[in-house]
């Protein structure tokens, strides 16, 4: 896993967006219902993931992570 460094100005930019601009609770289930579709279309296409879409794989899980972020819910019991 890499780390970057977001310059100040992305930032504020993500700060304001988050805070402002959208709902973590919707963007969260936005995000969870669009990262199913994308897994149902790829398992209707291959039946599996090939070594190609490994990045396809990698998108589940930071899409996923970003979900949890905004609205934890699988971690609640």
Known sequence: MSTNTLSKETELRLTEFFNNSIDSKSM???IRQVNFLIALNAIREDGFLQPENISLEDSFYWLNK???ILDPYLGIE
């Open 66 to 68: 970003l979900a949890e």
């Open 28 to 30: 969260a289930k936005t």
